[in-house]
């Protein structure tokens, strides 16, 4: 950079304010230019081709994998934890984290269980279900928004609390549900497919929409962006958080309805355990920021089924159950890595 020449009798301490003068750069690189589409192209779909890589070296490694029972069995399985994520999803958009899903899943199926027995209908378990999931959800946005306590910190509390209320309600141990046809939620099919997938599929696609093309799903990012200027551009930022943890727990009472169903019964010591690191995984693994603001709903869908390949592929090759959290939380810092890169 060259500054304009100064007359030497005008050469003086404002002489630092004379108007830079650049030189002429030369255009950009080919090889620059493809270097950046190329980091646009794994910035924006990153998440698909780790699936398609992880996907191809699962039918490598094990002929088995392709099989079609296979396929709809990691379906299945990721279901419960699928419907969890969305919810977190939709958490860590807003800049926030929710440590209490596993506790208070427990806590929706033995509420769920109990009033099944009390009423013998089964409509009444689902509403409390729901009901209690969402009143959790509401209690950590208030918390948070209203009561300015960290979302790590309150949604912690609830964790405790929600696991101490399952375990005291059902003494400890587990509760069975003793109306027939409730455990026909989660384990009746549609031609081929099981109601879970049916109902993940669903909720996906609810949740895509909700955050795509509302009004809603635009704050729910604004928030997460940047909540100050939220604040500037007349945001209800207390109700967009309270709505968010409040959906949140509808979808982990969703989640801990087939979960009770299955198995027509729900333990309250151990149901729910580390789903909030498997769902923390998922969000993290399909792009979302940490920091909230950024990511994306399709992208938690494959971040799931990459969970739920590798799970597969591990108990297919006998790898024991003890090294598969150690390999999810190389995941999540491998992920983590690759977002401060880009």
Known sequence: ?????VPQD???????????????????????????????????YSVIIAFVIIFVLAAVLNPRFLDINNQLNILMQVSIIGIVSLGMTMVM??????????????MVGVMSVLALNATGS?????????????AAGFING?????????????TLGMMSAARSIALYTADGGSVSGEVNGFSAIANSELGVVDYPIII????????????NYTRFGRYVYAVGSNEKAAVLSTIRVDRVKIAVYSMAGFLVSIAAIIETSRLNSISSSSSGQLYELDAIAAVIIGGTRMTGGRGKVIGTFFGVLILGILNNMMNLMNVSPHLQGFVKGLIIIVAVLFQKRD
């Open 1 to 5: 950079m060259k500054l304009w020449p």
């Open 122 to 134: 089964i409509m009444a378990a689902l509403i409390a279900a729901c009901a209690v999931g969402s």
């Open 93 to 106: 958009l807003s800049g926030g984290i929710d440590l209490s899903v596993g506790s208070v899943l427990a």
């Open 10 to 44: 005008q050469k003086g301490w404002w002489s630092l304010l004379a108007e830079p003068q650049f030189e002429p750069q030369q255009s950009a690189e080919p090889k620059t230019e493809k270097r950046n589409w190329l980091s646009w192209l794994w910035a924006e």
């Open 142 to 154: 208030v918390l948070i928004s209203k009561g300015k306590i960290a979302s790590f910190i309150a």
């Open 200 to 211: 993940f599929l669903a909720m996906t696609a609810l949740v895509y929409v909700l955050m």
